[in-house]
Nanobody, 127 residues
Framework: QVHLVESGGGSVQAGGSLRLSCTLSGLTFDDYCMGWFRQAPGKERERVSC????????YYADSVKGRFTISRDNAKNTLYLQMNSLRPEDTATYYCAAGRPAFLTGGDSCFTAMRYWGEGTLVTISS
């Protein structure tokens, strides 16, 4: 059975940092691209970042580019999202996901390939 478990969420003030983690079980971790998504209250889920199987290629939403860094440790079956310079508009539940695109040709191919999802971790940024 596939499980993705996020951790590291919490409440911080604007300008602060958080690091989210996501562990995957039930799949061979380095066979999968991994992604982070978020959903704010009353809004649709949106893409945040995506990373290729071995971490050599990353994609970011414009809203987080330069502030967030995605990474993975395949030896630990763990995905990370380092979030710096946080803003109130980053407040959301953050979800990690796993998928296998047939061809990794760009951000869309990474994000749209996601098939397995975690339960999410809440991030709250106060002004």
């Amino acid at each position: 059975q596939v499980h993705l478990v996020e951790s590291g969420g919490g409440s911080v003030q604007a300008g602060g940092s958080l690091r989210l983690s996501c562990t995957l079980s039930g799949l061979t971790f380095d066979d999968y691209c991994m992604g982070w998504f978020r959903q704010a209250p009353g809004k649709e889920r949106e893409r945040v970042s995506c990373i290729s199987w071995r971490g050599s290629t990353t994609y970011y939403a414009d809203s987080v580019k330069g502030r967030f860094t995605i990474s993975r440790d395949n030896a630990k079956n763990t995905l990370y999202l380092q979030m710096n310079s946080l803003r109130p508009e980053d407040t959301a539940t953050y979800y990690c996901a796993a998928g296998r695109p047939a061809f990794l040709t760009g951000g869309d191919s990474c994000f749209t390939a996601m098939r397995y999802w975690g339960e999410g971790t809440l991030v709250t940024i106060s002004s």
